[in-house]
């Protein structure tokens, strides 16, 4: 720390700091247009202007390009400063129009503030101001009005430094330059939000919001997004009990206020008309029933209102006169951490049953990802080294990405991307590692190999892998030579097209680098608050081993055999999400009695449930949300549910209270107070911690007291491997946390496609591919259907292949070709756009997951290691 005097006070400020941070730290604020803590200094607006002396005489600078050093005196009110504020402010409103009455940004914009408090108070210009066309839709969700714009630089430099994306620049010279895009590259930005809530104008606007409300008329309260696992905070803003905005918070442990812009607008599903505002039921009523049980208003999907006591009564029914063997819960990530403790309770306490997996078949082994205690800023620490085996992070979990990216570029962080295919990382990543489907353990062995003897022989892999590896095992080995620069290895589903076996076998190999970390990558909502509560196989309630019974494909596989009689989906739709189509399909029309607790009336609901509760959202219930570091942070009530929706804690406390006479819940408070009894887990929830913006950082083994993890017969969800016994070790996954036994993958195995662990072989031909299925931010998904201005967004089909696989089949791209099935289990085909890509590996094909009419889901058997296809030109 050094001193500085800032208007004849001594302060103290950090030595190197930005002089505009010093003084606002220490209470005092200097007006800015351009600066933003988060990204470079520029100074283009000169608001921040203050008057420095550092012994050679004072002279106006601006506070935002100046770096603090010993005995400097500064004043931030002097008549100099002072002048030149007011000059600066009276340029910038030469052009810019008085329209504050109808632009969005009147009540809440820094330049009507700073004119007020630093400005002239009337113009001398008299001459007409320059004009352009307006608005323009530079995007699906962004509107730009150039006579607004005052040049601070932010949204630009936000797309290139942050998002990478260069897509929005200055054009023109002098009095005629503004900000605009090209013609052909519009602002196709997944991260185009941010530009509009940072800017300090009403020159950029979100379509969602427009017009919709006055600051003045927003009531709002901090909570965290929903739609992934990186659990970013933000305030939710609501008019006339109506979501209207979602803005980032900056939490500096988690998202340091930005948004993808799937975060950030899609609450538009939950304004709905499509929502669901009271339970209903498949079939009309008859009026003297109607008088008891509903309204008895048939929908347009089939489904007739009813009230809640007879839907209830009705699901109580089935639950107490199955056998609990024969009912099944799959989903739960959709929900808040309390919701799913209640649910947990209900299947496996009450109801008796362990057929129960959140993870809908796109998860790993809990034990695994209970092994995983490394936290973003552990990711992001500067000079460390990041192995990436998950999802692409800009498709899937957008604010991690932008922290990653930042990460890299400014903090020295060297990235290792080990994913089946090229993504968003591929331009960031020191070495890029893209084996095929199967092949990814015995490159993570070969690897481990490498690092520990350079000459070893990598006899296994593929010829166009192996100077890859070794410059990755080059990279490793110089990092971290005295095991004193710490390996985070993010892992997680990258491809759902190849079962979880394959990736923690992976995990189990990289376990074995010196000074190693992991960190869970899984995507899915409140996935990390559904295991913690136990709402996946081989978990109980608070994390508590247990033995497993059945994951997601053996429920589905049971209900398909008819051996389940009633299936609970809570927010899921395993007919898109689930990796088998085919089975999906089969067991909901095959099984009896499905009932759906959701916001909408999803593909499978409408394909097979019998009976729909209305569930409340997000922004309507309180609750606490848990991310993929272990992060605890709140989920506020912001709005009321549409018509008689319940809160899902609600729903599973009724129907405890009508099973079992009490469920001892009467309100969320009595079941925080239970959940910190059972876990000490859930400790954060008896205390204040989750009212400060960077939330609580659970440590995820401490309900396990560092003990083994054992069971006789463990079964990973949706596989057939047999689980060992799992330590916790501070984050460091042990010798056999993936859950296979390390002789159980050989690499000989999975260096050959086809093969896999407890699965069936897949025949490999000349004509066959193998196929990769990625998912992408925008999909064919229930809530973006709801998305009225991002809906469009979700592309059409397209199929990736390597430029060297276009030649060997002698495809042009750019043509609509069909990707067919091999297996016999999974005859169907789809139709889709042929593209090449240098990042698909060779004889592999990558597909999006959901793309709207053709689903990749319709290609895959659950039952086989890997996933072969033809491609071939549509007919």
């Given at each position: 720390m050094i001193d500085i005097t800032v208007d004849g006070v001594g302060v103290q400020a950090e030595d190197g700091e930005l002089l505009i941070d010093a003084c606002e730290r220490n209470g005092v604020y200097i007006p800015r247009f351009c600066y933003h803590k988060r990204m470079s200094s520029v100074g283009m607006c000169r608001m921040c202007i203050v008057e420095v002396d550092t012994g050679r005489g004072s002279a106006l600078q601006p506070s935002c390009m100046l770096n603090v050093s010993p005995d400097m005196a500064v004043s931030t009110d002097s008549d100099k400063v002072k002048k030149a504020q007011d000059g600066v402010l009276e340029f910038l409103l030469i052009n810019h129009p008085l329209d504050c009455p109808v632009c969005d940004k009147g009540g809440e914009c820094p330049l009507q503030d700073q004119t007020m408090a630093y400005g002239p108070?009337?113009?001398?210009?008299?001459?007409?101001?320059?004009?352009?066309?307006?608005?323009?839709?530079?995007?699906?969700?962004?509107?730009?009005?150039?006579?607004?714009?005052?040049?601070?630089?932010?949204?630009?430099?936000?797309?290139?430094?942050?998002?990478?994306?260069?897509?929005?620049?200055?054009?023109?010279?002098?009095?005629?330059?503004?900000?605009?895009?090209?013609?052909?590259?519009?602002?196709?930005?997944?991260?185009?939000?941010?530009?509009?809530?940072?800017?300090?104008?009403?020159?950029?606007?979100?379509?969602?919001?427009?017009?919709?409300?006055?600051?003045w008329d927003l009531t709002e309260t901090p909570s965290t997004a929903w739609v992934d696992s990186v659990g970013s905070r933000v305030s939710v803003q609501a008019s006339?009990?109506?979501?209207?905005?979602?803005?980032?918070?900056?939490?500096?442990?988690?998202?340091?206020?930005?948004?993808?812009?799937?975060?950030?607008?899609?609450?538009?599903?939950?304004?709905?008309?499509?929502?669901?505002?009271?339970?209903?039921?498949?079939?009309?009523?008859?009026?003297?029933?109607?008088?008891?049980?509903?309204?008895?208003?048939?929908?347009?999907?089939?489904?007739?209102?009813?009230?809640?006591?007879?839907?209830?009564?009705?699901?109580?029914?089935?639950?107490?006169?199955?056998?609990?063997?024969?009912?099944?819960?799959?989903?739960?990530?959709?929900?808040?951490?309390?919701?799913?403790?209640?649910?947990?309770?209900?299947a496996k306490t009450v109801v008796g049953t362990d057929n129960v997996d959140a993870h809908i078949g796109d998860g790993l082994a809990a034990e695994l990802i209970f092994s995983?205690?490394?936290?973003?800023?552990?990711?992001?620490?500067?000079?460390?080294?990041?192995?990436?085996?998950?999802?692409?992070?800009?498709?899937?979990?957008?604010?991690?990405?932008?922290?990653?990216?930042?990460?890299?570029?400014?903090?020295?962080?060297?990235?290792?991307?080990?994913?089946?295919?090229?993504?968003?990382?591929?331009?960031?990543?020191?070495?890029?590692?893209?084996?095929?489907?199967?092949?990814?353990?015995?490159?993570?062995?070969?690897?481990?190999?490498?690092?520990?003897?350079?000459?070893?022989?990598?006899?296994?892999?593929d010829t166009e892998l192996v100077d890859a590896v070794r410059e990755a095992a080059n990279l490793l080995s110089g990092v971290n030579s005295d095991g004193s620069s710490p390996v985070t290895v993010v892992v997680g589903r990258a491809s759902l097209a190849e079962p979880a076996e394959v990736v923690e076998q992976a995990a189990l190999e990289l376990s074995k680098l010196a000074n190693v970390r992991f960190m869970?990558?899984?995507?899915?909502?409140?996935?990390?608050?559904?295991?913690?509560?136990?709402?996946?196989?081989?978990?109980?309630?608070?994390?508590?081993?247990?033995?497993?019974?059945?994951?997601?494909?053996?429920?589905?596989?049971?209900?398909?055999?008819?051996?389940?009689?009633?299936?609970i989906l809570l927010g899921a739709d395993p007919l898109n999400d689930f990796a088998d189509r085919s089975l999906a399909e089969s067991a909901l029309r095959t099984i009896p009695n499905v009932v759906s607790v959701d916001m909408f009336i999803n593909d499978s609901a409408q394909l097979g449930a019998h009976t729909v509760l209305a569930a409340s959202g997000p922004t309507e219930s309180e609750g606490s949300f848990t991310n993929l570091e272990g992060r605890l942070s709140t989920l506020s009530q912001k709005v009321t549910p549409p018509g008689?929706?319940?809160?899902?804690?609600?729903?599973?406390?009724?129907?405890?209270?009508?099973?079992?006479?009490?469920?001892?819940?009467?309100?969320?408070?009595?079941v925080r107070a239970e959940m910190t009894e059972v876990s000490p887990l859930y400790a954060p929830l008896a205390g204040n911690e989750l009212d400060s913006t960077e939330g609580a950082l659970l440590v995820r083994a401490a309900g396990l007291d560092n003990e083994a993890v054992t069971s006789e017969a463990q079964s990973s969800p949706g596989t057939?491997?047999?689980?060992?016994?799992?330590?916790?070790?501070?984050?460091?996954?042990?010798?056999?946390?993936?859950?296979?036994?390390?002789?159980?993958?050989?690499?000989?195995?999975?260096?050959?496609?086809?093969?896999?662990?407890d699965l069936k072989s897949v025949p490999i031909n000349n004509s066959s591919l193998l196929l990769i299925a990625t998912?992408?931010?925008?999909?064919?998904?229930?809530?973006?259907?709801?998305?009225?201005?991002?809906?469009?967004?979700?592309?059409?089909?397209?199929?990736?292949?390597?430029?060297?696989?276009?030649?060997?089949?002698?495809?042009?791209?750019n043509i609509v070709v069909e990707v067919a099935a091999t297996s016999s289990t999974a005859s169907s085909s789809i139709k889709a756009v042929l593209r090449a890509d240098a990042g698909v590996p060779i004889d592999a094909v990558a597909l999006d997951?959901?793309?709207?009419?053709?689903?990749?889901?319709?290609?895959?058997?659950?039952d086989e290691s890997v996933t072969a296809v033809t491609v071939t030109p549509s007919v």
């Open positions: 108070g009337e113009s001398r210009m008299v001459e007409e101001k320059r004009h352009f066309e307006k608005p323009i839709a530079i995007s699906e969700t962004v509107y730009l009005d150039r006579e607004r714009c005052i040049l601070c630089d932010r949204c630009t430099r936000f797309a290139d430094e942050v998002a990478g994306d260069k897509l929005i620049h200055f054009m023109g010279r002098g009095n005629h330059t503004e900000v605009n895009t090209f013609a052909d590259e519009p602002f196709a930005s997944y991260f185009s939000g941010n530009t509009v809530q940072i800017c300090p104008v009403g020159a950029l606007t979100a379509v969602p919001y427009r017009f919709k409300a006055r600051p006339r009990n109506r979501v209207v905005r979602l803005l980032g918070v900056d939490a500096d442990s988690v998202n340091w206020g930005w948004l993808s812009d799937k975060e950030r607008f899609g609450f538009e599903a939950l304004n709905s008309q499509q929502r669901l505002r009271t339970p209903i039921q498949r079939g009309a009523t008859t009026p003297s029933s109607a008088a008891t049980t509903g309204s008895g208003a048939l929908t347009a999907d089939g489904f007739s209102e009813v009230s809640w006591n007879a839907a209830m009564g009705q699901v109580v029914e089935l639950l107490t006169t199955t056998a609990p063997e024969r009912i099944g819960v799959i989903g739960g990530a959709r929900l808040s951490n309390e919701a799913q403790y209640c649910w947990a309770k209900l995983t205690t490394a936290s973003i800023n552990d990711l992001c620490e500067p000079g460390g080294t990041v192995i990436w085996m998950a999802p692409d992070p800009k498709e899937e979990l957008g604010s991690l990405y932008l922290r990653l990216r930042h990460a890299v570029l400014q903090d020295g962080v060297s990235l290792i991307e080990l994913t089946p295919c090229g993504g968003g990382l591929s331009e960031l990543a020191a070495v890029s590692l893209h084996p095929r489907p199967g092949e990814v353990a015995a490159v993570a062995k070969a690897l481990v190999e490498l690092v520990g003897d350079s000459e070893a022989k990598l006899e296994d892999l869970s990558g899984l995507r899915r909502g409140n996935i990390h608050g559904a295991l913690n509560a136990g709402l996946v196989p081989g978990t109980g309630i608070g994390a508590k081993p247990m033995p497993i019974s059945n994951g997601c494909k053996q429920i589905l596989g049971s209900g398909a055999a008819g051996e389940l009689d009633v299936l008689i929706a319940r809160a899902d804690w609600m729903i599973a406390a009724e129907l405890m209270e009508r099973i079992i006479a009490s469920s001892g819940f009467a309100s969320l408070e009595e057939g491997t047999d689980l060992k016994s799992v330590p916790i070790n501070n984050g460091v996954l042990p010798a056999r946390a993936a859950g296979l036994d390390s002789e159980a993958v050989t690499s000989e195995a999975q260096s050959s496609p086809g093969t896999g662990t998912r992408r931010m925008y999909d064919d998904g229930v809530m973006l259907r709801n998305c009225p201005t991002s809906r469009s967004l979700a592309r059409e089909a397209i199929a990736r292949m390597s430029p060297d696989t276009l030649n060997r089949l002698q495809l042009p791209v997951w959901a793309a709207p009419g053709a689903p990749a889901n319709a290609l895959i058997s659950a």
